[in-house]
């Protein structure tokens, strides 16, 4: 399961917690060469995100709504850009940027009906599986990477050559190969070369909507 921030840092403080840390070196990004990767959301984490992953050579399309401001952003910075069910279509890596409060509608409504057997579903925080807003089919690879920064820093800091840490973790593996996407998704956007953490316990956590921006953990 996911855990949000907040109880991580519960766990860190209060409870021995087993936490494996990935760098650049463990993570490849053939787990993503020749895969469609569809961003749907194209605001903070989205465009960051798409743009790191477009410039890392890998086929990035943008899920957005015709008539939000989006669209035309996406447009503006080269990225090829669909409406949500149509970037879904046929898409191997589904990230799921769009805000947590919207997200359960647009997944089953958009995501859902056009999501490719076997795809995996990324996300960027922990609501969504935490509260069982989203059940994903069980034929697909549920995983998380969340950067432990807004875009805006994700981005500046690719573009320099670095990245942000982040939070990666497997909520369910169909294909054996979940934990190489998530790592291989945080090398194209960058946090693999400072680190990425992926926490391990036994434990259950009870989490909570405290923390106001948490990033994720999983058990
Ligand atoms: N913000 C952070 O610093 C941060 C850090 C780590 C993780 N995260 C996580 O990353 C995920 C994305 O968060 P975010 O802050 O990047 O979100 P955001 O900036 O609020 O997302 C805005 C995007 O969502 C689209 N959108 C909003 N409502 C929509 C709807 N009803 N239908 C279709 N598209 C809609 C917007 O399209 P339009 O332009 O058409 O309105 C825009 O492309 C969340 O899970 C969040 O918890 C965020």
């Given at each position: 399961m996911f855990i949000s921030g907040h109880e991580f840092a519960e766990l860190?403080?209060g409870v ?110 922990g609501?969504?599986?935490t509260f069982d ?68 316990s036994?434990r259950r956590p009870r989490p909570t909507c405290s923390a106001?921006?948490p990033?994720?953990a999983?058990a």
């Amino acid at each position: 399961m996911f855990i949000s921030g907040h109880e991580f840092a519960e766990l860190n403080y209060g409870v021995t917690m087993a936490t494996t840390i990935y760098h650049d070196s463990d993570a490849d990004l053939g787990a993503l060469k020749g895969k469609k990767i569809a961003v749907i959301g194209y605001g903070n984490q989205g465009r960051a995100q798409a743009l790191c992953l477009h410039d890392s050579g890998l086929d990035v399309v943008v899920g957005a709504r015709k008539n939000g401001k989006s669209w035309e952003s996406v447009q503006k910075d080269g990225l090829k850009v669909a409406e949500i069910p149509d970037a879904v279509k046929g898409a191997d890596v589904v990230m799921m940027l769009l805000p947590d409060e919207v997200q359960p509608r647009i997944y089953k409504e958009q995501v859902a009906p056009n999501l490719k057997d076997g795809a995996a579903l990324e996300f960027a925080h922990g609501f969504a599986i935490t509260f069982d807003l989203i059940t994903p089919p069980s034929t697909c690879d549920v995983i998380m990477m969340a950067p432990k920064s807004p875009g805006r820093m994700v981005r500046q800091t690719f573009t320099e050559g670095f990245g942000v840490p982040a939070l990666i973790a497997v909520h369910q593996d169909a294909s054996g190969n979940a934990k190489k996407l998530a790592l291989a998704l945080a090398k194209a956007s960058g946090p693999p070369r400072p680190a990425c953490w992926r926490p391990t316990s036994a434990r259950r956590p009870r989490p909570t909507c405290s923390a106001s921006r948490p990033c994720c953990a999983a058990a």
